[in-house]
């Protein structure tokens, strides 16, 4: 009796053991196949392509009230036209990143330079072709009263806002809108040469300010060769209908060149004094947020201030000694779901900043070729082919109209896990060459950079009072 019970007990007992292995298989079998779902990303290749069509955003337009819409330059929701937006192949345009790559280098390398900014600076020509960046974004201003509309590339990797002037007393490049007019506005003032603010161009420029009939003089140069030099102004800024800042300190420029791509001049985001995001301090907190869209023909947007800053935000440390950049710790990198075997060490010895006028991630080199060769792994079913400028892991996808990529996620400092868009994985020169879309730096001391392709469509928080910037996924479109 007692054994034939115990038999029962030990069937039963095994039959659910079976039952609950089966089901453990089952399950397990499932979840990986559902796993392994959740680490690709399907996606039509013609999302890759540039559309010639403006779409704007819904997301972009909900905010657009309290914010800033940001437009791609070279996309067709920019305002500024062909006859001055002189369109990039995509080479031109990662040359060109490259030259800001190595500006921003060579700014954290050296420090302030004494140089006279009205004499030799002010003639160099500007090398034909090249741009401050070609993957910059684009926000309209109100300058002056009455306002005047201006087209300002954002840039958080420097500090100074800038927007040419007339009379143009050297030289001006062509531009969209009208050029500002300082004597047809009631609220522009000049700043003299010895007001506090004159003297803070010194770390904001790199150069000196200089003295013109006791107006502060300011010059700035970029990596390619571009450059203004004019009077350092104060003038009324409306961001937007609710967004308005007095007595805002800007460059107004009288000797431009560069090709600018047709716009007015700059917007300063960075870390430094005379930084918009400082300037505001006391208005904003130092807080603000963008999203850049994932296509060129939508719409992201800029917005200053914590109002609209969503509960999904995962934030990480700023880090680093810079002035201006804004410097996070990178930790790791995933690929389909995988960490990459990259000592932590790699990024430390590094560094990294975030920066909206790089176009593409720069990473140190042994970082660099774990990704590529995990990428590789996983992409194995897609014809190689050539390198395309700095990018060298690129696939030929003519025979194909959806493309299975491994996602990728960055880990910052904090665990904060950030996955990248899709369109911040890819980068295509058409469906013949269509290539992952970071690349390596010289040397593993070299300063990583976080660009913009990588943040497309997240919601970027920058809390520079708080000493954090954050990170949401699906910002915009
Ligand atoms: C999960 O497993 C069950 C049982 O084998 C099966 O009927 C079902 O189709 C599976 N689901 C998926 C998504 O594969
Ligand atoms: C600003 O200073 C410059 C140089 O001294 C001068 O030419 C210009 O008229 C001044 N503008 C105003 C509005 O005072």
Same mark, same amino acid.
């Given at each position: 009796?007692?054994?034939?019970?115990?038999?029962?007990?030990?069937?039963?007992?095994?039959?659910?053991?079976?039952?609950?292995?089966?089901?453990?298989?089952?399950?397990?079998?499932?979840?990986?196949?559902?796993?392994?779902?959740?680490?690709?990303?399907?996606?039509?290749?013609?999302?890759?392509?540039?559309?010639?069509?403006?779409?704007?955003?819904?997301?972009?337009?909900?905010?657009?009230?309290?914010?800033?819409?940001?437009?791609?330059?070279?996309?067709?929701?920019?305002?500024?036209?062909?006859?001055?937006?002189?369109?990039?192949?995509?080479?031109?345009?990662?040359?060109?990143?490259?030259?800001?790559?190595?500006?921003?280098?060579?700014?954290?390398?050296?420090?302030?330079?004494?140089?006279?900014?009205?004499?030799?600076?002010?003639?160099?020509?500007?090398?034909?072709?090249?741009?401050?960046?070609?993957?910059?974004?684009?926000?309209?201003?109100?300058?002056?009263?009455?306002?005047?509309?201006?087209?300002?590339?954002?840039?958080?990797?420097?500090?100074?806002?800038?927007?040419?002037?007339?009379?143009?007393?050297?030289?001006?490049?062509?531009?969209?809108?009208?050029?500002?007019?300082?004597?047809?506005?009631?609220?522009?003032?000049?700043?003299?040469?010895?007001?506090?603010?004159?003297?803070?161009?010194?770390?904001?420029?790199?150069?000196?300010?200089?003295?013109?009939?006791?107006?502060?003089?300011?010059?700035?140069?970029?990596?390619?060769?571009?450059?203004?030099?004019?009077?350092?102004?104060?003038?009324?800024?409306?961001?937007?209908?609710?967004?308005?800042?007095?007595?805002?300190?800007?460059?107004?420029?009288?000797?431009?060149?560069?090709?600018?791509?047709?716009?007015?001049?700059?917007?300063?985001?960075?870390?430094?004094?005379?930084?918009?995001?400082?300037?505001?301090?006391?208005?904003? /907190? $130092? &807080?603000?947020?963008?999203? #850049?869209?994932?296509? +060129?023909? %939508?719409?992201?947007? *800029? @917005?200053?201030?914590?109002?609209?800053?969503? /509960? $999904? &935000?995962?934030?990480?440390? #700023?880090?680093?000694? +810079?002035? %201006?950049?804004?410097? *996070? @710790?990178?930790?790791?990198?995933?690929?389909?779901?995988?960490?990459?075997?990259?000592?932590?060490?790699?990024?430390?010895? %590094?560094?990294?900043?975030?920066?909206?006028?790089?176009?593409?991630?720069?990473?140190?080199?042994?970082?660099?070729?774990?990704?590529?060769?995990?990428?590789?792994?996983?992409?194995?079913?897609?014809?190689?082919?050539?390198?395309?400028?700095?990018?060298?892991?690129?696939?030929?996808?003519?025979?194909?109209?959806?493309?299975?990529?491994?996602?990728?996620?960055?880990?910052?400092?904090?665990?904060?896990?950030?996955?990248?868009?899709?369109?911040?994985?890819?980068?295509?020169?058409?469906?013949?060459?269509?290539?992952?879309?970071?690349?390596?730096?010289?040397?593993?001391?070299?300063?990583?950079?976080?660009?913009?392709?990588?943040?497309?469509?997240?919601?970027?928080?920058?809390?520079?009072?708080?000493?954090?910037?954050?990170?949401?996924?699906?910002?915009?479109?």
């Amino acid at each position: 009796m007692a054994s034939s019970y115990s038999l029962i007990l030990l069937l039963s007992c095994c039959s659910l053991f079976f039952v609950f292995i089966t089901a453990t298989q089952e399950f397990a079998f499932n979840t990986s196949e559902g796993e392994e779902a959740h680490h690709y990303h399907t996606l039509q290749l013609t999302s890759l392509l540039p559309s010639s069509v403006c779409n704007p955003s819904a997301l972009g337009n909900k905010r657009s009230r309290g914010s800033l819409e940001v437009v791609h330059k070279h996309g067709p929701c920019s305002t500024l036209n062909e006859d001055t937006v002189k369109s990039l192949t995509v080479e031109e345009i990662l040359t060109n990143d490259q030259s800001r790559v190595d500006s921003i280098r060579a700014r954290l390398a050296t420090k302030t330079g004494k140089k006279d900014i009205l004499g030799s600076k002010a003639t160099i020509p500007a090398k034909s072709g090249s741009t401050i960046g070609s993957g910059n974004y684009i926000v309209t201003v109100g300058l002056g009263t009455p306002a005047k509309q201006l087209s300002l590339i954002f840039d958080t990797g420097s500090d100074l806002t800038w927007t040419q002037c007339e009379p143009c007393a050297r030289s001006c490049y062509d531009q969209k809108e009208p050029i500002f007019a300082p004597s047809k506005s009631t609220t522009y003032s000049n700043i003299s040469c010895t007001a506090t603010q004159c003297s803070e161009l010194t770390s904001a420029t790199g150069n000196d300010p200089g003295c013109s009939a006791s107006t502060c003089v300011y010059g700035i140069q970029y990596g390619d060769q571009s450059f203004s030099v004019g009077f350092f102004g104060k003038e009324k800024l409306t961001l937007t209908s609710k967004d308005v800042v007095n007595g805002f300190f800007f460059g107004c420029g009288q000797n431009n060149q560069g090709l600018f791509g047709g716009a007015a001049g700059l917007l300063g985001l960075g870390r430094d004094r005379l930084s918009i995001v400082s300037q505001t301090a006391n208005k904003y /907190r $130092k &807080v603000f947020s963008y999203c #850049l869209p994932s296509r +060129s023909s %939508s719409t992201g947007y *800029l @917005t200053f201030g914590s109002s609209g800053v969503g /509960r $999904k &935000v995962k934030y990480t440390r #700023l880090s680093g000694s +810079s002035r %201006s950049f804004y410097g *996070l @710790t990178l930790t790791a990198i995933t690929v389909g779901g995988t960490k990459l075997p990259i000592s932590p060490t790699v990024f430390q010895t %590094s560094g990294i900043i975030i920066d909206s006028g790089t176009v593409i991630t720069r990473l140190p080199p042994t970082a660099y070729s774990a990704l590529s060769k995990a990428f590789k792994a996983q992409m194995k079913k897609y014809p190689l082919t050539r390198s395309l400028s700095i990018l060298d892991t690129c696939y030929d996808l003519t025979n194909y109209q959806t493309v299975e990529i491994p996602k990728i996620s960055v880990l910052w400092g904090g665990n904060t896990l950030v996955e990248i868009a899709p369109q911040g994985i890819l980068y295509a020169n058409g469906v013949s060459q269509v290539c992952l879309a970071f690349a390596p730096n010289g040397d593993d001391s070299d300063i990583g950079i976080f660009g913009n392709v990588q943040q497309k469509s997240l919601a970027v928080v920058y809390d520079v009072a708080g000493g954090r910037v954050g990170f949401a996924q699906g910002g915009c479109a």
